[in-house]
């Protein structure tokens, strides 16, 4: 059974920082891209980030120089390092990582940026 754990969100004041985790397992594919998206109430979800297998990354333009995503692949785990973060970044952040045949989505983590 495919299971995506998240972890890291929480609320934090404007300028601070969290790092959010998801480990993924299960999944006998190799896995291909791992990347973060985020969906704030009344709003559609929105990529934040994503990374390669090769290491390459894309970033959305309202978090670039301030979110940096990583990943280890013996862990099978996307990281998402968020520094100065902003009210605006308040939403439910997933995981999602892909196969050659299928994604996977985690179950959600809240990021609360208070101003």
């Known amino acids: 059974q495919v299971q995506l754990v998240e972890s890291g969100g929480g609320l934090v004041q404007a300028g601070g920082s969290l790092r959010l985790s998801c480990a993924a397992s299960g999944i006998k594919l190799s896995i291909n891209a791992m990347g973060w998206y985020r969906q704030a109430p009344g709003k559609e979800r929105e990529l934040v980030a994503y990374i390669t297998s090769g290491g390459s990354t894309n970033y959305a333009n309202s978090v670039k120089g301030r979110f940096t995503i990583s990943r280890d692949n013996a862990k099978k785990t996307v990281y998402l390092q968020m520094n100065s973060l902003k009210p605006e970044d308040t939403a439910n952040y997933y995981c999602?990582?892909?196969?050659?045949?299928?994604?996977?989505w985690g179950q959600g983590t809240q990021v609360t940026v208070s101003s």
């Open positions: 999602n990582v892909g196969t050659t045949l299928r994604s996977y």
